[in-house]
């Protein structure tokens, strides 16, 4: 093959055909192969990170983007602020909740354990309500960026939502049961727990450990804006 001939065929299987990538302007589009169930778990930071960035890729394609946020109470290190809602509000088609406004479940912080198993529970409600709301959507159409997630979305992120169910606040076969209640061409996105959610194994497509290596936490760093929060 001549170096003309090899460097069109090393174009034709490069991203682009080796144009550099240019934003554009987002539309309301439809995703073509949405449908799977993820789940991001680990002992690692970077679980919320991974499914926040994922989801803002899709919105950028112009896809309808949730996050129902569990437990996301943090600690007194942690404003009640999050940059990652301000971007979101920034953002056309994606948004978000927040069912946890303070403390973490069993770690002493002077939050109500009773409240967090309260807030979960809701969290769960709200869960089960939008899977409804999708079944009654038509997900293979694009939706406007700026309606209310009941309206249907395309990818639904329940972060924390493994983080309640390992600490008895909801039952593992809740969790099952929101997988059950998935329409088929929405996304479905889990995220929290250290412990293996092994009741998963059989029911995801997609099962990542986000793993600890180091942690500055060990050295007494605590949560830093911008990073953590």
């Not at 990538?21 to 589009?29: G, K, L, T, V, W």
């Not at 680990?42 to 994922?54: E, N, P, Q, V, Y």
């Not at 709200?126 to 209310?148: F, K, S, V, Y």
Request: hydrophobic share 35%.
């Amino acid at each position: 093959m001549n170096d003309d001939r090899q460097s069109e065929a090393t174009l034709e299987n490069t991203p682009g055909q080796g144009r550099s990538p240019e934003a554009s302007r987002i539309e309301a589009d439809a995703p073509e192969e949405f449908g799977l169930v993820q789940v991001w778990w680990g002992d690692g930071k970077g679980k919320t990170t991974a499914t926040l960035g994922m989801g803002m890729r899709a919105a950028g394609h112009g896809y309808r983007v949730h996050v129902l946020q569990f437990m996301k109470g943090g600690a007194s290190s942690v404003e009640a602020v999050r940059g990652e809602y301000n971007a979101i509000e920034a953002l056309p088609g994606i948004s978000y909740e927040n069912l946890g406004h303070y403390g973490w479940h069993g770690m002493a912080d002077g939050s109500d354990e009773a409240d967090h198993e309260r807030q979960a529970q809701a969290g769960l409600d709200r869960a089960e309500t939008l899977l409804e709301c999708g079944t009654n959507a038509d997900l293979d159409a694009p939706i406007a960026l700026g309606a209310p997630p009941e309206d249907g979305v395309h990818m639904l992120i329940l972060d924390e939502v493994l983080y309640a169910a390992d600490r008895g606040l909801i039952e593992t076969d809740d969790v099952l049961a929101l997988i059950d209640a998935k329409p088929d061409s929405l996304e479905l996105v889990l995220s929290g727990s250290h412990e293996p959610p092994t009741y998963l194994e059989d029911r995801a497509d997609l099962i990542t450990n986000v793993r600890k290596e180091k942690h500055p936490i060990e050295d007494g760093q605590r949560a830093r804006r911008g990073t953590e929060y």
